[in-house]
């Protein structure tokens, strides 16, 4: 997972503020996190920073491929106890009188989901460890004895 | 490690326990951090548990579970193969290092 | 209402099987409802249950009825039946696997069912007990980590974990890490119930972390030992454990792993007075008569059972010679490796309907499913008509 520095260093570093952001730094720091997209840095296009373009989105592609499996499972480990899926804060909110009641989990599109025996990814969107109000939640490894549970930037 | 290992056997505390992750048609084995130290055993080697005239041998993996006894075999076939009526929980045996698991 | 998972004695009945995947299920369950079913066969060759029926009832001399901790209420009564009719011996694994805990909860009681721990319980005590393996949701249903009833935030303020065991398991671990926990690391059983004991009364024993069980039980009016059968073989003599949960006014279930073993137990106790009786001998089967009675059997009739995987083989050894018929749905290690006269496949029993008792003693309805091998009949139903 590229840091904000390494995103930086590719950027021309000008400050030219084209992008709505005020420093390149900024800048770096809200592509990581999704907010905003290589396309609105326009001094970036230009055949003076292609090198660094095309090595910016490589670095990129790798932060949205996390963002869409940021939570790994490990199936050999998982037992499909379900300690994950009932102790998630998300799933207690969203699902009162099933999953936070310990009973199979019925919401539509949950965070986790037992299928087949084993702990599934199924809609991270919702998990708080990502978007914008993103919290350092690590609820679901913690109850997991058999560690099955790791997230990406970790991985 | 050290070859002269393959000359130790040690006596050995043996918990058998459910395991769903690990009992199947290969005998597989918990090993302690320190009786694998001892032994010279990492994942993957062979050993053999002896008690009474019966030897079985399983395929270890150095194990956070099986820290305060030595050994945790998973409740099945190659355990019932070992554990006698005394008591099917908790046993000693010996143990010593050996080439390749026993399997149904 | 779902289906129920008859794999372990939590006997969970919200699964749902849909569209080829099974939600819900742990791996225990899923490894049940997915097996390789059984064929039913006579001597190697495929048969149908008629035939193979006819073979058994041939077959069942002087016999030992082996198993049936996997099979419904209904089932049982069925082989108890059988058991009178043919002078059998019946014998489950409750002798190996801490069935004495179950008559010894029953006496005391102080049971407590699960739905009302999960509302109303704080303190959980594992102790012999590892559920992360033998019942895996048994700790996400119904004691640390559910919100409900009077329980609603859950295990960081709400519940409280101890697990006694002689090794770290991954029930210990999860007590240890927590801060609503505790691990208590145990050599012998017998000193941790006079620690507890003592320390009820101000005084420290070898465990001084027993003063701190204490103190949380203090906190609740609903607490609960869930003893598993590493309780039974560490103490063998429970009298001193029933001070104990009468002194800490506790409440005492017994965690056996296997779905239906409460039900086998309960029949028995009210049949026969033991959980294992030789109704041709006319007496009580106990731990040290077990050899003799594999040894004097004609013949072996397998119910629900996978005998090479649970019971030692040095006493299954002594079936060498006999004649063995196998009633089970799922393919089980103990047809692979020995000469089985006959096996009658049966519906799974998760599908056939019937009832199960849970490990608190609570009844639950099996549902029948559609199954993808309608043509198996009932366990029940191939008992009856071996009688």
Redesign the interface.
Known sequence: MPSPMEIYKLLPKTNCGKCGEKTCMSFAFKLLNGEKRLEECEPLFSPKFEVSRKKLEEMLAIVEKAKETGLIVNEDLCTGCANCVVSCPVHVEKDPYNAAMGRGIEMEEPILRIENGVVRVINLSLCRRYGKERTLCVICRENCPTDAISFVEEA | MFEFTKLMKFDVRVVVAEDILHEGDKAKALCSRELAEKLGVRNGDSIRLTRGDVSVCFEAEVSEFAEGVDIVIPSGYFAARLAGLENPKRFEAEVEKCDGADSI | M?VVCTACSCLCD???IKDG???????????LL?GEREKTRVEGGEADVEKAVERARELLKKPLILGLDNVCCEAQKAALKLAEETGAALVDHSL?SGGELIMFARELGREIEFEKF?DEGYLSFYWGA?P???L??H????TY????GKRQR??EEDRFLVVA???????A??AE?SKSGLFL?VEKDGELVDSLLKAAEGKAGKYVEAARVLKEIEKAEVNAIFGG??LY??LRDLTKLGELVEKLDISFVPLT?KANMRGFAELMMKKAGSLCYDFGEGREIG??D??AVFESCKSVLVVGADP?????????EKLAGKDVIIVNSLKS?TS??IDVEVVIATELSSFSGGRMIRSDGVEVEISSQPSSQPESLRDAEVLEMLR
Do not use: Q
């Not at chain 3, 700790?139 to 119904?142: G, P, T």
């Open positions: 779902g919200d699964i749902v995947k099974i939600y819900h299920a742990c791996r225990k369950g899923c490894m997915t190996l999960r590892n992360h393996n033998s895996p949701r700790l996400s249903r119904f980590y559910p919100r409900s859950g295990y065991d002689v090794r770290r398991s991954e029930t671990k999860i890490k690391k059968s590493g073989w560490g792993s731990l040290e077990l050899p090479m995987r649970t019971f030692p083989h040095s006493l299954v290690v692979r490796v």
